[in-house]
């Protein structure tokens, strides 16, 4: 099988690393705008041929895996769309999904069924292809979200190609995955990213960073994570994400108040109610 | 050496410990409110003796370290004062220095230069005694906050037992301690407390505790903590968290409508000094 990389960093590297090791594929063209990037992969041996472009790329392939940032998704739909072979299956890596179904359902028109929306729960805070593995993926957790128009044979090829490389499978509608990750990462992260920029503005900084470990290292090391990426996965999942943090900031003004009126009540319960939520569900985490 | 531990949990628990394996201490009395806790500590020998009350284990020790939450350490402070020996030092291990030092002036009176506040940077996630370890604290750091009227062979002693159980020390004035704290550690667990707290209300609760991989996981472990511990705390620090949570709610403003107007670049301008801290500092955390 032939596979076009559109994106060569840490996911797309890492999933084309995996497949290579799993026998998958015999030959990646892999296209990037960064020539860093493209360097880097080809001496890694992670693709074989430095494409011109993404259709340059996608021409021949009979898998096309799209890892850019998701806010350069669309041109890449647009880019590959006229230069598909009529047998190729396109996916992507993205961290939303409503979006990138949008953007790929404009751009492929009549070949839209032949995309797989997928979105692997891997990697994090060392973004680029220098820091790719072909294991990265063993054991975590993918989620496809095929639409009714889907062909169920591309999904069920890029569901198989994620198994071969050691991941767990699951299935979402691309609304509820998007709630739920704008919950549980888009949130988490927008928030890690304040506290360590406010921090680090402020005029204690460099003593602050000096006693990080309790508590504020975990924000640190999540607010390390590509601000490319995570810019565009705010915008590209806006909604559910204005959404969390509008009701997120209401909290806050709740515990501002307790704080400032010495409420240990009010403090307690919530704190409580967390610590709980977390010990009644620690088998599932 | 006789010690006396008021308050047995998870960080008085190991420093008894860790002070029994260093050779520190001969004989350890023990006085917690919670029955349980103090069983645990016997049938784990981290204490001799169960005392009857914070005044009969401090009646004949030379160490006191009081561990309790710091909103009960005034009402401790209290009731040992009357029955400490002339040559008695009294610590503590609480995670707010300037509340701690005001209720061992007000208990301590003339005895006051001999008590020595200290925070040792460890434990966390997993309170209480059958947690308790004696190498907690190795290549931990203790923070102490001796003031102008403190016994300088009080605080040496104090400083040598925590290097004896393998810290490292570093002096801080109570202001300087409970303004960083406010800004590293009680706002990051706030943060935690709140967003784990949300989610478990939420409709969509058991798909997000069962996605949080992404971000969110970090978040439900520092959220784990002691609600007790946590809102005495933010009670006996609220002047310096109040300030740091009322200036991270206004950066949450600003990011609530980059995200509703879709401006990337503020976003962008945000992620990007995150990042930039977090690397330029990777050393040093």
Redesign the interface.
């Known amino acids: 099988m032939r596979l076009a990389l559109i994106g060569v960093g840490l996911i797309g590297g890492s999933f084309a690393a995996a497949l290579r090791a799993a026998g998958a594929v015999s030959q990646v063209a892999g296209f990037d705008a960064d020539a860093h990037a493209i360097r880097a992969a080809l001496s890694r041996g992670i693709i074989d041929r430095a494409a011109t472009s993404a259709a340059d790329a996608a021409g021949d392939a009979d898998l096309v895996v799209v890892a850019t940032p998701v ?1 350069a998704m669309r041109a890449a739909f647009s880019e590959i769309a006229g230069a598909l072979i009529t047998s190729a299956v396109v996916t992507d890596v993205g ?1 939303t999904k409503c979006s990138v179904i949008d953007d790929a359902r404009a751009a492929f028109g009549a070949a839209f069924p032949r995309f797989v929306p997928a979105h692997p ?1 891997a990697g ?1 805070e060392r973004p680029g292809v220098e820091h790719a593995a072909a294991n990265l993926f063993r054991k ?2 993918v989620i496809t979200t095929p639409l009714p128009a889907t062909d169920p044979s591309a999904a069920a090829l890029v569901e198989e190609l994620w198994r071969n490389v050691g991941a767990r499978l699951e299935r979402l509608s691309p609304e ?1 995955h998007d ?3 704008a ?20 005029p ?2 460099e ?22 990426m ?3 996965v ?2 590209a999942n ?1 909604g559910p ?2 959404e969390e ?5 209401a ?3 709740i ?2 108040s307790a ?2 009126a ?1 409420n ?1 009540e009010t ?2 319960a ?10 009644g ?2 088998s ?2």
């Open positions: 806010g961290s729960i994090g975590r957790l509820q709630k739920v990750f919950a549980v990462s888009h949130l988490p992260h927008l928030l890690a990213f304040a506290l360590v920029e406010m921090i680090a503005r402020s204690d900084a003593t602050c960073f000096s006693h990080a470990g309790a508590g504020f290292r975990d924000f640190t090391r999540i607010a390390a994570s590509s601000p490319d995570w810019r565009d705010c915008l806006r994400l204005s943090l509008r009701a997120y900031r909290r806050l003004d515990l501002q704080i400032d010495g240990g403090l307690h919530v704190f409580a109610a967390a610590a709980a939520a977390k010990r569900r620690s599932a985490a």
